[in-house]
Structure formats: C-alpha cells, structure tokens
C-alpha cells in the first residue's frame, strides 16, 4: 500500500466528471511532505505485521477510511462546482492548493493530466531560465517519467545546475508530485532527479521568504540580510534577480547604487550583466554567485542553498 501519489493507482471515474482548471495558487508544501512520509512509515510498518490475518484487517481498515475520504473529497469537489461562478473560483483554487493537490492525486480525483501540470510547472519556472539566457522544453513523458532539455546559453553557465537542481525541481515537486522523476539533457552536468527516491539530495529545496521586494522598482537595487548571507536583489526590464553581495574579481561589496543599465558595478569598477546570471562584462571568467528567486502570488522568495 502506498500513499504516494507517484506510486498510487489513481483509476477514478470520477476524476472524469470534473473539467480541468488553471491558474491558481500554489502553497509551500515542506510541512506536508514531512507528514506524508510519517503515514507513509506508518502504513509500511501494517504492511511488515507477521501475522497475515492483523496484516488483513489493519489494511481493510486504511483502504475503507480512505475510500470514505475519498468519496468525502469527491462530494466537495462537486457541490463547489456546481456553486456558480463563486463556486468555479474556489475549485480553481482547490485543485492549485498544494495540499489538496496532493490528497487529490492520493484518491485518483484530479482533474488535470499530469502532462498539463507539468507544462504549466515549466510555464512558471521559465521567465527565471529566461533571464539567464536560455529555456526549458518538455521532450517526453513516459510512464511518469519525463525527459526535459536545457536551451539557450544557460547551459553553459555555471548557475544552471542550480537553476535546474532548484527553481525547475520545486516548481515540478509542487505541481507533479507524482511524476516519479525526471532527467534533463543540456546541462553542464547530467541531472537526474528521482521523485520516489529517499535520498536526503531529493528532499524538497528550501525557500526563504523575502519582505517588501515585489514592489521593487524597474533598475533599483537592495542590499539586504538574510540568515547571515549579503545579498544583492535588482530588478532589470523588469525581471528579479538576486546575487551574492561579493565581487569575486576583488572581494568588495557592492553599493545601493551599483546598477548601471542592467550591469552590477563593485566599488572600483567591475562589472557584471545582471541578466546574465551575473556574468563578467569584460572577463567571462568572472560570474557573480546567483540565488535562485521566484515571485509567486506577488511574494519574492529565494533559495540559499
């Protein structure tokens, strides 16, 4: 028995009923995670119980609350609906929750096909891929398991295993969990991630939430602390960035006041193309040390690894 919605047979007619949505809201899902692997434990010690007939009865027993709750969610999920137009906004909702997502998944109720969630998780993540100068493409989909491929000049660039190790993984983790894993062709090092394995390197990646940054305006740059590391966060044509506050050619900090028409310039002069995952304007063996930002729902997180 298994509570992963990578593993879990989803056959449900009545996930045929209820037509697909999008554009919603996405929620952390560490804690859930943390607590789907404690009743996934529980469950594999009633599958370990010796004694075939207690084996028996304490899994009839799982099988029977999760049909209840299964049929509960799925009765939900039909009157939401079938509330008007109110009711249409909160089932979009709903089935974009991250939590509720997941229980969806579990009992086979999902309205949207993995392929879809999948395109849109790559949809969210590309404005970032983008703004190092490259792209992601889903190749194939097959048994759950996708082919992804790296495009542009960010497969050259020293960030992109972390663009992909991170922004790429937990946007997939939160919209597919249960694509079983995926492997992308392009990188600088060859990237294989694996959704059901219990590896601690494919434990979901952490965010730090940042205040006061989404309204940051077009050419500015902050200098701001967080958890002990200096960071630099500009907006250029637009788009977020976040780097490491240390020029890696002379070891200075850089000022409030280092933006110059999209390039970071240290106290004496050096210069980085902040579009560019940081790279060295005149010595391309020079890069910045780039963070990996999302802005989801108007909040700006990164993740400092």
Aim: aromatic share 4%; glycine share 6%; proline share 5%.
């Amino acid at each position: 028995m298994s509570l992963n919605p990578a593993t879990h047979d989803h056959t449900n007619p009545v996930s045929q009923t209820i037509p697909p949505k999008s554009n919603g809201a996405v929620r952390p899902i560490d804690e859930l995670n943390e607590q789907g692997r404690r009743v996934q434990e529980l469950v594999d010690q009633v599958d370990a119980v010796a004694d075939p007939a207690t084996r028996a009865l304490l899994q009839d027993c799982l099988q029977s609350v999760l049909a209840l709750h299964g049929q509960g969610l799925a009765q939900v999920l039909q009157v939401v609906q079938d509330s008007g137009y109110e009711g249409q906004k909160v089932f979009d909702r709903l089935i974009h929750d991250s939590v509720v997502r997941r229980l969806l998944l579990i009992h086979g109720l999902h309205p949207v096909n993995l392929e879809a969630r999948l395109l849109e998780a790559l949809d969210k993540v590309r404005p970032y891929m983008e703004s190092h100068g490259g792209n992601v493409e889903l190749i194939s989909l097959v048994n759950d398991k996708a082919c992804l491929r790296l495009q542009g000049t960010c497969k050259s660039c020293p960030s992109s295993a972390i663009t992909l190790e991170l922004a790429v993984r937990h946007a997939i983790e939160e919209a597919c969990p249960d694509l079983i894993g995926f492997e992308v062709e392009g990188a600088v090092e060859p990237t294989t991630l694996d959704q059901t394995s219990s590896d601690a390197k494919f434990q979901p990646a952490s965010w730090t939430l940042l205040e006061d940054l989404a309204q940051l305006n077009n050419d500015n740059l902050r200098v701001i602390e967080t958890k002990g590391i200096s960071l630099l966060i500009c907006k250029v044509n637009e788009n977020l960035y976040a780097y490491r506050n240390l020029c890696p050619a002379c070891g200075l900090a850089f000022k409030s006041d280092g933006l110059e028409e999209g390039q970071l310039k240290c106290p004496i002069g050096h210069r980085y193309d902040a579009q560019r995952a940081g790279a060295g304007v005149h010595n391309l063996d020079l890069h910045l040390d780039p963070f990996p930002l999302l802005v989801e729902n108007g909040r700006v997180k990164v993740s400092l690894r």
